[in-house]
């Protein structure tokens, strides 16, 4: 992630709904694709406060009205916007009860993680899966919670039954990519990491392994399957609920450290594509803010097309010592919890590869 410029000399970034110091509003501008100063009033009409941009704005109704986005959307010279959600809201097929207590809180953190998501598909030319675009089926996204609030800490491995009434599995199927709110709760989550024995477990961690399921729909099935069953192995045999019945039962493969970017990995190839996928876009997401930050020295930014994988695995190897020491002097967990093996390197080029493959071309930025 990279930081902005506010007009008054200060740093911006991507998350502020306000600069720290003089108080501006700021916002996503869509057209110069930066964090903005907003200059006007949402009553009076915004314009884009990046001097070299300066078009006409107006906030997302997600951003004015309920405080849960701080991304704009252009206006039209002739009144207005004809899709008045901004280019991450407008996918929400269902968003979280706001009569309910905390409920706008999660929904804020959940919506700040699909940002980044976005933020980094586009970095990467990625498709965005619109229905306008074509893509079939479209992208969207659910945020539900349980029929029955579960007691806390209670947790559930599979597609179960808790308390009679059917849970609300995290997942994506057809295009839609569901969340339980319960990931929202910070509390919750940490919780649900110790219980699954898993190294992270954050919201932008989420987007990014549902949405490489999206993208095996999208990009490998029925155009590169013979590819994936290569790298991957055979999806088929044994079938996902087969596979996944067995990881309940026997747990992770024994030897899955060597093999697989996470014990997850391990229970089928769809699941492996999407812990890898999502590692590679870790991969990218720290390399892109090590690069912005000033910590790879003279080296380009490692992140444009038909850059090396090899030279990112190395840069990302150097990056994450020094995150690693960094959290450790903070008594934090460490980042990259182990160094990442052949295997699931040449995994994670299986994704580079897919990457390079589809890409749209880099826009001027
Ligand atoms: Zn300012
Ligand atoms: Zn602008
Ligand atoms: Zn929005
Ligand atoms: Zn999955």
Redesign the pocket.
Known sequence: MRTFDCSCGETLFFDNTRCMSCGADAGF?P??Q?L?PLVGSDEAGLR?G?TA?G?ALVKCNNYRYERVCNRCVVLPADGEPAEPLCSCCRYNAVIPDLSKEDNRNKWRRLEAAKRRLFYQLDLLGLPRGTEADGFDPPLSFEFKEDPVPLWSGQTYDNNELLNGQEVVMTGHLNGKITINLREADPVERERLRVHFGERHRSLIGHFRHEMAHYYWDLLIKGRREPAFAAVFGDPDAPSYSDALQAYYQRGPSPHWAQHFASAYASMHPWEDFAETFAAYLEMVAILDTAHHMGMLGPLDLLIEPGVDHDRMVTAYAYVGTALNELNRTMGLRDVLTRPLTKPVVEKMRFVHDLIEAVRAPASAE
């Open positions: 501008c057209v110069c930066k903005v884009c990046n941009c078009a």
